[in-house]
């Protein structure tokens, strides 16, 4: 039920309720903090900051894991990448050894190669990662999902008595 619960919450919010800018802000920084491995502050601040503004909760956390699947894959370019901005940019130098000096600023984990390289990647791409996001909600709203709707299997699927129970216990979950 747990996989069928989350396949329901992604299919909803791109049949309605959220704005296409919502879902892509929202899978804006789930990616964001999902090239970032384990949960360095800025995660955390990512995370006060999607709870803050009104972006879609479902996204973040769907960004978020499909962002940690991938930067599996390319964690030798994001620690590349961070070992760059760490030594090669003469300017950030003094910078870097004053955090580096500093208790909190070792919270973030700045001087970890791949968590640099993931936040320097994050940084770069949210902005065009979120036009991306934001022309494929609307494309996938126009495209699939209404198709989607009036598929015969999703009436099928709907005249199903697992369908029936499951929206059951779905309505008296939301109720509580």
Known sequence: MFWLDILYRIIKVFKDGAT??????GLTLGTTMGLMPGWPLQVFVLLIISLVLNVNLTMVGLGAVVASLISWTIDPLLSSLGAFVLTEIPQLTG???????????M???????????????????AVPLYFVFKQMVVLIRKNIVAKMANSKIAKVIKKSWVYGIYSKI???GTRI
């Open 20 to 25: 296409p800018g919502q879902i892509a802000w």
């Open 95 to 105: 910078l870097f050894t004053i955090m580096y000096n500093s208790t909190f600023w």
């Open 107 to 125: 919270l973030t984990r700045f001087n970890n190669t791949v968590v640099m390289g993931g936040f320097t990647l994050g940084l770069i791409s």
């Open 170 to 172: 779905n309505e008296v």
